[in-house]
Nanobody
Framework: QVQLVESGGGLVQAGGSLRLSCVVS????????GGWFRQAPGKEREFVAA????????LYADSVKGRFAISTANAKNTVFLQMNSLIPEDTAVYYC??????????????????WGQGTQVTVSS
């Protein structure tokens, strides 16, 4: 059974940075595509970024493009989300997701098989 554990959330001022980590266990990490989603209070779950297990394909939501970067450290079974130039609109619970299959990226949350418990990111103005 694949398990995902996120960490790295917190409170930061606008313009600051945070790095989220997602440790994946219980599966063959080298064949798992990763993704990050977020959900703010009263809003729908929103795609943020995705990376293929090969590391060669990445995909970003327009709202974070140029500010966020997704990456993996296969030796550590970890998916990272580096968030720079944070704005209050980035405030949400951030969820890590994993999908086993071809080396592709997905923005549709229904494509993902496994989810973490979420980590809170709060950006103050």
């Amino acid at each position: 059974q694949v398990q995902l554990v996120e960490s790295g959330g917190g409170l930061v001022q606008a313009g600051g940075s945070l790095r989220l980590s997602c440790v994946v266990s219980g599966g063959t990490f080298s064949r798992i595509n990763g993704g990050w989603f977020r959900q703010a209070p009263g809003k729908e779950r929103e795609f943020v970024a995705a990376i293929s297990w090969s590391g060669t394909n990445t995909l970003y939501a327009d709202s974070v493009k140029g500010r966020f970067a997704i990456s993996t450290a296969n030796a550590k079974n970890t998916v990272f989300l580096q968030m720079n130039s944070l704005i209050p609109e980035d405030t949400a619970v951030y969820y890590c997701a994993a999908q086993a299959g071809l080396a592709l990226t997905y923005s549709d949350y229904r494509r993902y098989d496994y989810w973490g418990q979420g980590t809170q990111v709060t950006v103050s103005s």
